[in-house]
């Protein structure tokens, strides 16, 4: 999927996206449960990447409370305007039009931090600066639905784990064909969802069908997670459809 395809394709459906992101049946649940696997603490720092409209958000900031911080980055304004409109309330929920797989954030720098411990955690600052604020130590990445869209996913899982702090979270929820024994209509509504809500641009651009190509890239970003992490929650929910893998980083490398 070309970065100006999806875009224009969520910029243009960013109304009726924002209302299947906040009112399908499940997926408060679902935001709920994925801001816990986050494993923040009151006063922490999480990043969500491709955060859209911002419906996890609030969860997340219910979580780190007042004194933490949370960004949402996006690389699409129409999506963007409703996740800074939906959090206007929070002095400490930031939104930031960027690129998830480029992000203007701060690397942990894990195999310095091994060396010298201080120079994260004790500090607690960073000299980039994220949405005009700092955001300090990142505890926790998340990502819903979206390294589907991402031509390297596990690419992108990598450089997400060299933000985070050492012993931080990186989360990630995906929408995948079901496995479970109700799997034909279950996989047969999901492909039509799939199908409807892939940009034409991309549609064209595919050599077999948008959902298989879809469910590798989630493949691929679960694994590389797993892989990176020394403690991993594996779940299904939503009738199997949706899989979070909430992976711990090493302490130290
Ligand atoms: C299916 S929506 C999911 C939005 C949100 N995470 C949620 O759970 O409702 C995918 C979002 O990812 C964003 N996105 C896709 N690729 C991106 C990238 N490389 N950088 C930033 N945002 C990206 C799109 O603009 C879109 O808002």
Not at 75 to 82: A, H, K, M, N
Request: charged fraction near 25%; aromatic fraction near 6%.
């Amino acid at each position: 999927m070309t970065t100006e395809g999806a875009q224009e394709f969520y910029g243009r459906w960013a109304t009726p996206y924002d209302v299947i992101a906040r009112r399908t049946p499940g997926i408060q649940r679902l935001r709920r449960r994925v801001a816990a696997a986050c494993q923040l603490e009151p006063g922490d720092t999480v990043v969500e990447m491709g955060c859209g409209t911002g419906a996890n958000l609030p969860y997340l900031r219910e979580r780190v409370g007042p004194e933490g911080t949370v960004v949402g980055i996006d690389f699409t304004g129409p999506v963007l305007e409703r996740a800074r409109e939906a959090t206007a309330a929070y002095d400490n929920v930031h939104v930031l039009r960027a690129d998830a797989t480029t992000p203007p954030l701060p690397s942990s720098d894990r195999s310095a931090a091994s060396d010298d411990e201080a120079s994260v955690d004790d500090t607690g600052r960073s000299d980039v600066e994220v949405a005009g604020v700092d955001p300090g130590p990142i505890d926790a990445v998340l990502a819903t639905f979206v390294v589907g869209m991402l031509e390297d996913p596990a690419g992108a899982v990598d450089d997400w784990c060299e933000f985070v702090r050492p012993g931080g979270h990186v989360v990630l929820a995906n929408a995948a064909r079901s496995d479970e024994w109700y799997a034909p209509p279950v996989n047969a509504v999901f492909r039509t969802i799939v199908v409807l809500s892939t940009p034409p641009t991309a549609k064209l651009r595919y050599e077999d069908d948008p959902h298989l190509r879809l469910d590798e890239r989630i493949d691929a970003a679960h694994a590389r997670l797993r892989e990176r992490s020394v403690a991993v929650a594996d779940e299904t929910h939503v009738f199997g459809v949706v899989r979070l893998t909430g992976g711990r980083l090493p302490d130290s490398e």
